[in-house]
């Protein structure tokens, strides 16, 4: 049943991804630095390919523990340019700058802009807050020191994928409780992890296994991601609670086969009632984690060339 809704082209991916997962012990067995070997390992052929850059350099932001690593894509000479700053998902717990690298290059482009990847600690062993806190701080340094990079810090936006997502709209919540949610011209949140009410239909409908990410899993990352302090009750762990008024506009991603279906709903609903203006796709037959399959599937370079647009428009004028 699942196979008959899921975009055919998209299937090649799911099925390429979990024929290379079968290849390695179970999630459950490994320890995180395993997991995330493992991760590395299966996503590892469909970030090659894609857009070529003018440029690419990393360096640090400064950032207490040692600093936070960026990538950054430049895909044309222009200087300065505005710029996208990209939070991989991936649970909070596994990916990273690798795993999501062709889908930044992608971005920049099709976008014109640059696409700054945050390489933002990793939980367990990093728990919430830390990657919301390396998230702003990523943004503040842009924004004072973009044009030592190449980056004009008057345009800048914020987004990611899954955990990605729910760290770029904590973020931006905490740049506005700052005084500083001026610094950010639009949000991209695709596919994003915004509450953790398992109640919801979608996650009965879609949670089973079947459409790529469980029920199972989020509880896990959850489990993984929260520390047990009560921090449940922060509005920045589920951002779908918090009062979302003053937050730039928004470009949501919603996959129509997914357990979270229901709460990225639920978000652009929220965010329009808090006068955030916001424009939301819901992509017909697309699974969870659907942008990464860009190589073999029409409907990710869709959503790709869409969120572009909008950024070209947020970000260039």
Do not use: C
Not at 169 to 192: F, H, I, K, T
Request: charged residues 20%; proline residues 6%; aromatic residues 8%.
């Amino acid at each position: 049943m699942a196979d008959s809704l899921i975009d055919p082209e998209l299937l090649l991916f799911i099925d390429g991804v979990a024929a290379a997962y079968g290849r390695h012990p179970p999630f459950g067995t490994l320890s995180p630095a395993e997991a995330r070997a493992v991760a590395e390992d299966v996503r590892a052929p469909w970030t090659k390919g894609g857009p070529a850059m003018a440029g690419t350099r990393e360096t640090v932001v400064p950032f207490a523990g040692g600093g936070v690593r960026i990538r950054i894509h430049h895909p044309s000479t222009a200087r300065p340019l505005p710029a996208l700053i990209y939070v991989h998902g991936g649970g909070w717990t596994i990916f990273s700058l690798d795993t999501h690298d062709r889908l930044m290059r992608e971005y920049a482009a099709a976008a014109g802009v640059a696409v700054v990847g945050v390489d933002y600690s990793l939980s367990p062993e990093a728990r919430f807050p830390r990657a919301i806190e390396e998230t702003a701080a990523v943004v503040r340094w842009l924004a004072r020191h973009g044009g030592d990079v190449g980056i004009d810090g008057a345009r800048l936006a914020l987004g990611g994928d899954s955990a990605g997502a729910h760290i770029s709209a904590a973020a931006a919540l905490a740049l506005r409780d700052a005084g500083e949610g001026g610094l950010l011209s639009g949000l991209v949140l695709n596919y994003g992890v915004f509450d953790d009410d398992f109640s919801r239909p979608s996650y009965a409908r879609y949670g089973g296994g079947e459409y790529t990410l469980s029920a199972q899993e989020m509880r896990g990352f959850w489990r993984d991601h929260l520390p047990a302090d009560g921090a449940r009750n922060n509005s920045l762990a589920r951002p779908l609670r918090a009062g979302l008024d003053g937050l730039p506009p928004a470009f949501l991603a919603i996959t129509a086969l997914d357990p979270l279906h229901d709460e990225n709903v639920a978000m652009a609903e929220a965010l329009r009632a808090a006068g955030v203006a916001v424009e939301a796709t819901v992509y017909p037959g697309t699974t969870h984690g659907f942008l990464e399959a860009m190589s073999v599937a029409e409907i990710s370079r869709r959503a790709i060339a869409e969120t572009a647009r909008w950024l070209q428009a947020r970000l260039r004028g």
